[in-house]
Nanobody
Framework: QVQLVESGGGLVQAGGSLRLSCAASGSIFSISAMGWYRQAPGKQRELVAVIISGGSTNYADSVKGRFTISRDNAKNTVSLQMNGLKPEDTAVYYC???????????????WGQGTQVTVSS
């Protein structure tokens, strides 16, 4: 009953920008944190950026200064503004949320379906 829906992926040239968005819907009581992961072919999934309910953020070293994560708590939405894209940013980007469902006492992790980001040289 809970789902994360992503949008905004696409093909851009190196140096370009993209903005990814993810909306959480369903019977959600609260969201503790939301973040973005990415996975390139043949590689492990890695954390890109995360934002917690209090507004604190954390970024992978490889994207610091280029990517910005933001959150709209009222709409249960998280966005990732990606500037100065590089070919090595090419990957499937996944939205992730640590949330508590209605009538639940524990938090759970949910994943979006992933959206492809391709950066050409």
């Amino acid at each position: 009953q809970v789902q994360l829906v992503e949008s905004g992926g696409g093909l851009v040239q190196a140096g370009g920008s993209l903005r990814l968005s993810c909306a959480a819907s369903g019977s959600i009581f609260s969201i503790s944190a939301m973040g973005w992961y990415r996975q390139a072919p043949g590689k492990q999934r890695e954390l890109v950026a995360v934002i917690i309910s209090g507004g604190s953020t954390n970024y992978a070293d490889s994207v610091k200064g280029r990517f910005t994560i933001s959150r709209d708590n009222a709409k249960n939405t998280v966005s990732l503004q990606m500037n100065g894209l590089k070919p090595e940013d090419t990957a499937v980007y996944y939205c992730n949320a640590l949330l508590t469902r209605n009538s639940a006492w524990r938090s759970e992790t949910f994943w979006g379906q992933g959206t492809q980001v391709t950066v050409s040289s």
